[in-house]
C-alpha cells in the first residue's frame, strides 16, 4: 500500500514537473524582455503561429510534430523539450533524496528557480533581479517554517554567498556577473554556509571541466562567454542533495585516506 502511494506521488511529480517545466521555458524568455508570462499566447518565434492546446503538450508535441512548427516548418529548439524533460525528472526524484517531508517544498521551490535561470541565462546570459527577489521571498517563508539547525545558518549563508561571489566578480573584472553574485546571496540562505561554500567550489569545478571539454571538441569557441548558471543548478543541487556526504568523506581521507 506504501509503495503504491509513493508510486502515485512520483507519477504525480514527474507529471507537474513537465507542466511546470513549461512554464518556467516561458518564463525565463520572457521576464529578462520585460513580457508578460501571461499574453500573449505562447507562438512560434519564426512565423507568428500561436501555439493550439495540443501543439503545448510537454514533450509529446516536440516528439510528434517531429520537431518542427506546424505553420512554417522551422526547426523548435530542443531546449524547450529538455527543460521540461528535466525539470519532471528532477520533481519525480527529489522525495528519493530528501524523502516525503517539509524540505520536500524547498528542494521543488530551488529547482523551479533553476530551471527559469537556466533559460535566461542560456538564452541572454541574464539571470534577472525579478525572478531573483520572488523566489527570495518564498525562500524566506520557506526557511521560517523549515529552519535549518541552527536558523542563523541561513543568514550567515546567504553573506558568505554573496561576499564570496562579490570578490570573485572583483576580481575577474566582468568574468562573473553580478547576477550571479545576487543568485548565491539566495542559494546560501537556502543551504548554510557549509553547503553554499561547497555549492560554488562545485559549480567552478562542474564548469571548468565542462567547459573544457565543450572547447576541446568545439562546441563553442575560445574565449566565447559560457552561461554559468546551468553550472551554478548542478553545483547547487549537488550539494543541497549530498554535500553533507561529501564533506565527510573529504574528512574521513584527510584523516585516514583511501
Known sequence: MLLHKNMIGFSLLLLYGLIFGSFFNVVGLRVPLKKSIIAPRSACPTC????????????????????KCRGCQSRISPIY?????????????????????????VALTLISM??????????????????????????????????????????????????????????????MGFGDVKLY??????????LVLLSFFLSTLYGAVLGGLAMIFRIVKRRQPIPFGPFIAAGTLSAYYWGTDIIQFYINFLNHGF
Open 114 to 175: 533553476f530551471m527559469i535561470i537556466i533559460v535566461s541565462d542560456i538564452h541572454y546570459m541574464i539571470i534577472p533581479d525579478k525572478i531573483l527577489i520572488w523566489f527570495a521571498g518564498i525562500f524566506l517563508l520557506e526557511r521560517i517554517i523549515w529552519p535549518l539547525n541552527p536558523w542563523w545558518d541561513s543568514l550567515l549563508g546567504a553573506i558568505s554567498g554573496f561576499t564570496l561571489l562579490l570578490i570573485v566578480a572583483l576580481v575577474s573584472k566582468g568574468g
Open 48 to 67: 507568428g503561429h500561436q501555439l493550439n492546446a495540443y501543439e503545448l503538450i510537454p514533450v509529446i508535441s516536440y516528439l510528434i510534430q517531429k520537431g
Open 81 to 105: 523539450p529538455t527543460m521540461e524533460l528535466l525539470n519532471g525528472i528532477l520533481f519525480a526524484t527529489a522525495p528519493y533524496i530528501v524523502g516525503w517531508s517539509g524540505e520536500l517544498v
Open 185 to 194: 546571496a539566495v542559494i546560501g540562505f537556502v543551504l548554510g554556509i557549509k
